[in-house]
């Protein structure tokens, strides 16, 4: 199992940046699979970004392809995702999300593992 906590959201005006991180504990974080998905009120949860257990793989939304960038630290058990030339639009509540397979997902019921969410609030 592993225990998934974000942090870094927070008020940015329109073309700023942000810094997510999700902090995992527990054990084999190296095994994992990565991802970001967010979700906006009244939506359903979407995906954002994803990487492969060993960093090699990324995959991204159409949405945010050319201004988000997902990385990941396997010796501080870390994913981070990098939010750049933010839009009122990325305004959401962000989670980060973990799991074990051979091919790495980009939809909620991929996922088995969440953390609680950080909120990002973008304004114009």
């Known amino acids: 199992q592993v225990q998934l906590v974000e942090s870094g959201g927070g008020l940015v005006q329109a073309g700023g940046s942000l810094r997510l991180s999700c902090a995992a504990s527990?054990?084999?974080?190296?095994?994992?699979?990565m991802g970001w998905f967010r979700q906006a009120p009244g939506k359903e949860r979407d995906f954002v970004a994803a990487?492969?257990?060993?960093?090699?793989?990324?995959y991204y939304a159409d949405s945010v392809k050319g201004r988000f960038t997902i990385s990941r630290d396997n010796a501080e058990n870390t994913v981070y995702l990098q939010m750049n030339s933010l839009k009122p639009e990325d305004t959401a509540v962000y989670y980060c999300?973990?799991?074990?397979?051979?091919?790495?997902?980009?939809?909620?019921?991929?996922?088995?593992?969440w953390g609680q969410g950080t909120q990002v609030t973008v304004s114009s």
């Open positions: 999300a973990a799991d074990i397979a051979p091919r790495v997902g980009v939809r909620v019921v991929d996922y088995d593992y």
């Open positions: 527990g054990r084999a974080f190296s095994s994992y699979n």
């Open positions: 990487v492969s257990f060993g960093a090699g793989r990324k």
